[in-house]
T-cell receptor, first 113, second 113 residues
Framework: AQSVTQPDIHITVSEGASLELRCNYS??????LFWYVQSPGQGLQLLLK??????LVQGIKGFEAEFKRSQSSFNLRKPSVHWSDAAEYFC???????????FGTGTLLAVQP | SAVISQKPSRDICQRGTSLTIQCQVD?????MFWYRQQPGQSLTLIAT?????????ESGFVIDKFPISRPNLTFSTLTVSNMSPEDSSIYLC??????????FGPGTRLLVL
């Protein structure tokens, strides 16, 4: 069965520091992978997605993610975090013809001044 | 990306009552989805709503509790029936937009007393 694991429930980084949020997936074939961000009291906003091709994907707000098939990972990175990046981040996998998304449990990011 | 609105944005309801949540999209879409996000948790798919057919429910969700309507390609409703405090959640609708990407509405925040 498809699943997504986000090992870090909560991460705190200093403003200007680099960020990496981990995501591991379980899926038999090549998955479609997504990162969404949810700011407090807001809905979900798509940061980036991977369907195929180049394994390094650029997204909005300066985020990028790298698909590593050998590690079943799709980690999200940002070289310099801004205070406005404080939010909850969800990794998701979509597989098959149903377009259903399976979400990880999320990582809550706090940014220290 | 599709522009999705939901009504109401939030509500406080008494146990035993029902609430109908509306989801409106600014373009015609084939597939719409309803998700639940319980407090402090990730998103779980309730059902897939396709126009012209009955909704397809995920394991653990039943039509009697969460009836769904999909009268046209831009609109859907989810009813949370006979509510209990355990139904307190954020309910989000989503659609498949361009490039097979899923976009989410802002969510309906429900508190059941």
């Amino acid at each position: 069965a498809q699943s997504v694991t986000q090992p870090d429930i909560h991460i705190t980084v200093s403003e200007g520091a680099s960020l990496e949020l981990r995501c591991n997936y379980s899926y038999g074939a090549t998955p479609y992978l997504f990162w969404y961000v949810q700011s407090p009291g807001q809905g979900l906003q798509l940061l980036l997605k991977y369907f195929s091709g180049d394994t390094l994907v650029q997204g909005i707000k300066g985020f990028e993610a790298e698909f590593k098939r050998s590690q079943s990972s799709f980690n999200l990175r940002k070289p310099s975090v801004h205070w406005s990046d404080a939010a909850e981040y969800f990794c998701a996998v979509e597989g098959g013809a149903t377009n259903k998304l399976i979400f990880g449990t999320g990582t809550l990011l706090a940014v220290q001044p | 990306s599709a522009v999705i609105s939901q009504k109401p944005s939030r509500d406080i309801c008494q146990r035993g009552t029902s609430l109908t949540i509306q989801c409106q999209v600014d373009s015609q879409v084939t597939m719409m989805f309803w998700y639940r996000q319980q407090p402090g948790q990730s998103l779980t798919l309730i059902a897939t709503a396709n126009q012209g057919s009955e909704a397809t429910y995920e394991s653990g969700f039943v039509i009697d509790k969460f009836p769904i309507s999909r009268p046209n390609l831009t609109f859907s409703t989810l009813t949370v029936s006979n509510m209990s405090p355990e139904d307190s959640s954020i309910y989000l609708c989503s659609v498949i937009g361009q490039q097979e990407t899923q976009y989410f509405g802002p969510g309906t925040r429900l508190l059941v007393l």
